[in-house]
């Protein structure tokens, strides 16, 4: 029996579209064994079939090393939010590639890993982070991993509806201009530094997106009562947490945070990804 954990993330960071990602210490377990069919347990019905994404990526794996996809006895715990933009769609698939991975000795590097996730997810500013932990700068097959300061608070704040990534792709503009282009590429850069080395005074910056959030906003209730309420309460910082319906606040110590119809949550950044173990 296989026993793994892939960490929840949180993609973009205000002003890395597509690009920027990091894990936190939430997880989806899996225990995992080869077997005559498929059998899932823990799946939502409507994914408990072969057509889910963790039997996607783990047929891609499989292909990937042209091997022959055997059939897995499949069970999920799983406590990243479905559809709240913490990455539960790149648990499933880098769950599933790991899974091939560590049945056959490993034989998967985590640079194919990655190449092999986004190829299914099209991007990786999700994939990354689950597979290397921490935060990671990410793109054309390759990643910078990251160490974040530990003096940093971070704040997930989970509302109680989903927000489909479908959805959420459909508000953005097909084309940008050269001075949002410019003006994101130049905040990235500070924001990297800013959470690596503790730099309060910068921290804000990440806030300064103009290619997704000003468009994604509409789809989060109340995004202008709970940004001001985060920063009136302390935060240095407020982002929606990859495409929503979850927003990140970055504060250098604890929130007080009591919101009805929220459900908030202090957590720290996994440094690790995934990897054996409960």
């Known amino acids: 029996m296989l026993r793994y954990k892939v960490p929840a993330t949180s993609a973009n960071l205000g002003i890395g579209f597509d690009t920027l990602g990091i894990a936190f210490n ?9 077997a ?15 057509n889910n994404l963790f039997v996607k990526a783990y047929k891609k794996a499989c292909a990937y090393k042209k091997d022959k996809a055997v059939p897995l006895k499949v069970e999920l715990k799983a406590d990243v939010p479905s559809s709240r933009g913490l990455g539960s769609s790149s648990c499933l698939i880098v ?37 290397y932990g921490g935060l990671c700068v990410a793109g054309n097959d390759r990643v910078l991993r990251l160490k974040v300061s ?11 509806y989903e927000v489909k990534t479908s959805e959420a792709r459909k508000v953005l503009k ?20 800013a959470l690596t080395h503790f730099n309060k005074e910068n921290i804000g910056i990440i ?5 997704h959030e000003p468009y994604r906003r509409k789809l989060i209730k109340n995004f202008a009562k709970l940004k001001k309420l985060a920063l009136d309460k302390g935060a240095l910082a407020f982002i929606i947490s990859g ?35 409960k």
């Open 174 to 193: 097909d084309e940008i201009e050269r001075k949002d282009a410019v003006s994101n590429i130049s905040a990235s850069l500070i924001a990297v530094d």
């Open 95 to 131: 769950g599933g590639i790991y899974a091939y991975s560590a049945l056959n000795g490993n034989c998967l590097t985590k640079e194919e890993m990655l190449k092999i996730a986004t190829s299914i997810e099209g991007h990786p500013d999700n994939v990354a982070p689950a597979i």
């Open 26 to 34: 939430i997880y989806d377990r899996f225990e995992v064994e080869k």
């Open 150 to 160: 530990d003096k940093w608070h971070f704040g997930l704040w989970i509302p109680d």
């Open 243 to 277: 495409s929503g319906s979850t927003c990140l606040s970055i504060s250098d110590r604890k929130l007080d945070i009591n919101v009805k119809g929220i459900d908030y949550r202090e957590v720290k950044v996994d440094g690790l990804g995934v990897r054996n173990g």
């Open 207 to 211: 806030m300064n997106d103009s290619i």
């Open 36 to 50: 005559d069919r498929w059998q899932f347990s823990g799946f939502l019905e409507e994914h408990a079939n072969v």
